[in-house]
């Protein structure tokens, strides 16, 4: 007699497997070269204007090329992992980022510089969205959001690592060893993802893949036999297209779709105006550079934090975005404390560290709460589009601090504006997501 069993509720009732934890340390181990990626360009880019005597509003084409490649990478990276699989997507995404950086550090023009960094961010764009996809298909529903927000830590370790890196390098063996060793290691990562990554169990499932198939993927991960009499199913919504931008698109997902582009825009406006304009306001209102680069890596070092702590949260909690929500506005709260205190505060560090615990905390707490919202179809490309979308509140956050403070607002004032986006943040998500804890799946789809 032929056993049926569900995919999902396999996950969600066993205990956590060895490799489940593995599979948390890959993905981890991904989204921290993809936080070296990001980060590398601030620490080689003096040494390459010095270099190339260029300019700095000459180099800027090439700054702005790897930010437009993620956005780009994102956009396409969603739908192919959701018609080609999770890890096949992921190993070629890591793969071309790591070639194409080192590529970089042989260019000679700011030109050749750009299009390399376009094309690398293109391929760095694919990678954090499959992590967190693949990630939440194999965590089970009472550790996900911890299990992703641990994920998501390896970001901010990179771009620390990478920093101490480029400080004993570059004065060694100058600023093109940095970017070398920015792809190397990702390089080294591509047997091992290749050797341990599996394929999602729940995509393969969808995909009519056969039950032998499915049997010796979820054997390996959750660390039991199967006979082969067992046939497994993904349960998932009734849906009127089966292509995933559509799906986002639906009735019944339209509305968290555009929630999670708004708040995930909302929060990176937030985090990138205050954590790249801090500096350089207090700066202006007479604090040293030794001391402001203190005080803003506070903001870093809660981020961290806040994301463990938001994650735990959120798998106790039935709600998960109103859990979100109520972070966000703590955040607004502790950004409008941080204004009136002032720059010259003797509590800014703590401030600073109660506003990257909140906000950067309910930032990862968002992307681990993301994939719950779409079914398995769409999820990969719900993912990475809010991602997409949600680059362009970098952007405009990056962009705006330089407009406002050339208009001669100062610390407190624009502190005090920043307050209005969280405050949105938190109300889009918590009035959209009230009572969804995951994506409702009253349908079976057997394979």
């Known amino acids: 007699m032929t056993r049926t069993i569900d995919i999902k509720a396999l996950i969600d009732e066993r205990r956590i497997s060895g490799f489940q934890w593995l599979l948390v340390v890959l993905c981890f181990l991904i989204v921290m070269t993809d936080g070296m990626d990001v980060a ?25 090329a790897a930010p437009l490649g993620l956005v780009l990478g994102a956009l396409f990276a969603g739908p192919s992992s959701d018609r080609f699989g999770r890890k096949i997507v992921l190993i070629v ?10 590529a970089a550090a042989f260019s000679t023009t700011p030109i050749e510089m750009a299009v390399l960094r376009l094309l690398a961010g293109t ?49 060694r063996f100058g600023w093109r060893s940095v970017l070398m060793l920015g792809g190397a290691i990702p390089l080294a990562l591509i047997p091992v993802l290749v050797l341990l990554l599996p394929e999602s169990a729940r995509f393969l499932a969808l995909r009519g893949a056969s039950p032998a198939r499915i049997a010796a993927t979820l054997g390996r991960v959750l660390g039991v036999h199967y006979e082969d009499t067992v046939s497994f199913v993904s349960s998932e919504p009734a849906l ?32 990138y ?50 859990v979100i929500g109520l ?32 906000m950067s905390g309910a930032q990862t707490g968002l992307q681990a709460f993301s994939p719950s919202c779409y079914p398995t179809v769409a999820r990969a490309t719900g993912v990475s589009w809010m991602l997409a979308i949600g680059r362009f509140g970098s952007i405009f956050g990056s962009a705006i601090g330089g407009v406002l403070l050339g208009m001669g607002w100062g610390f407190s004032a624009i ?7 969280a405050v949105c943040a938190a109300i889009t998500i918590a009035a959209n997501t009230r009572g969804r804890a995951q994506t409702p799946e009253p349908h079976t789809i057997a394979h």
Request: proline share 4%.
């Open 40 to 64: 590398i360009m601030g620490f080689v880019t003096p040494s390459i204007l010095k270099a190339w005597s260029i300019s700095r509003p000459a180099f800027g084409v090439v700054i702005s």
């Open 93 to 102: 995404s890591v793969f071309a980022f790591a070639v194409l950086t080192i």
């Open 123 to 171: 391929g760095l764009g694919a990678a954090m969205p499959n992590t967190t996809t693949l990630l939440s298909e194999y965590a089970p529903q009472r550790r996900r959001a911890l299990m992703i927000t641990i994920m998501f830590t390896g970001f901010n370790l990179g771009s620390a690592l990478i920093g101490l890196a480029a400080g004993y390098m570059i004065p």
């Open 240 to 271: 009127g297209t089966q292509k995933p931008i559509g799906v986002l698109f639906l009735r019944g997902y339209a509305r968290i779709t555009l929630a999670l582009w708004l708040t995930n825009g909302m929060g990176l406006l937030v985090i």
């Open 273 to 322: 105006l205050l954590t790249g304009w801090l500096p350089t306001l207090m700066g202006d209102a007479g604090v040293s550079v030794a001391t402001a680069a203190y005080v803003t890596s506070m903001f870093q070092l809660g981020g961290t934090i806040g994301a463990v702590c938001v994650g735990w949260v959120m798998d106790r909690i039935a709600r998960p975005g109103i």
């Open 327 to 358: 972070v966000y506005l703590a955040g607004a709260g502790c950004i409008l404390t941080l204004a009136h205190a002032g720059a010259l505060a003797s509590t800014i560090a703590s401030l600073v560290f109660a506003a990257g615990f909140c």
């Open 415 to 421: 502190l005090s504006l920043l307050a209005a986006p």
